[in-house]
């Protein structure tokens, strides 16, 4: 199967349907699930959890995150039935970038390192990758489908095609529980130090050139699922 055809068979779907066609065709034991528990995404983390409550989600936790995220994650596991990874960085590493202040003078340094090494440390380990990423959100995600091949494995973005108004409207009309920033105008919410307030994804990195931490700016480059994946 190609990801031309997925994303084909995939696009005229909803989210929640897409999700369930997805642990069809999947093994799920090879499956890895990211949330930074921010603003969106709590609808993706009840889709989940209505489709596949087994399913493990990894919260990259980079030891700059604000509390109330912390809680809300808290909140949002005990709500959903939800069994949540946290997953560190190297402790060594994140050290030198606290006590350097690196996210002042290098923040994309700071970000590989408490990030995205964190990331491929837990994606070794699985075959495919789900995030709730949205193509509306950047210019660097513009041309984001729902299927891409990043670093040889098979990344599934269900909401992919949906925009923030979109994913606010569902969170509000299911009563799901909101992140407590976003009544303070936080439209997006990272690390301290690089969140503001400001509209959906305005507030990170204000002023500055940089958009992205890094976790979702690989493309994708191949057409064939891998075969290392099983599809039914």
């Known amino acids: 199967m190609n990801i031309k055809a997925l994303n084909e068979a995939f696009k005229p779907m909803l989210a929640e349907k897409r999700i369930r066609e997805f642990y069809r065709m999947f093994d799920a034991k090879n499956v890895l699930l990211t949330s930074s528990f921010g603003t969106n995404s709590v609808y993706l983390l009840h889709l989940i959890s209505k489709v596949n409550r087994r ?47 690196t996210y002042q003078t290098n923040p994309n340094l700071c970000c590989g390192v408490n990030k995205v090494a964190t990331l491929n440390a837990v994606l070794e380990d699985h075959n495919v990758w789900i995030a709730g990423v949205m193509n509306t959100q ?87 699922v891998p075969t290392t994946l099983a599809v039914a």
Not at 162 to 173: A, C, G, P
Request: net charge negative; charged share 25%; with cysteine.
């Open 55 to 101: 399913q493990k989600v990894h919260f990259i936790n980079t030891n700059f995150l604000f509390e109330e995220t912390i809680k809300y994650k808290d909140d949002i596991a005990r709500d959903f039935t939800l069994e949540v990874i946290e997953a560190l960085p190297d402790p060594t590493s994140h050290a030198i970038t606290r006590e350097e202040k």
């Open 138 to 224: 950047t210019d660097t995600r513009k041309d984001f489908d729902i299927f891409q091949i990043v670093h040889n494995k098979l990344k599934f973005m269900p909401l992919a095609d949906y925009n923030e108004l979109e994913v606010q409207f569902y969170i509000k009309s299911l009563y799901l529980p909101p992140h407590p920033m976003k009544a303070q105008g936080y439209g997006s919410v990272g690390c301290t130090h690089c969140t503001s307030c400001g509209y959906d994804r305005e507030g990170r990195w204000a002023g500055q050139s940089k958009t992205e931490c890094g976790l979702h700016t690989v493309g994708g480059g191949q057409e064939t």
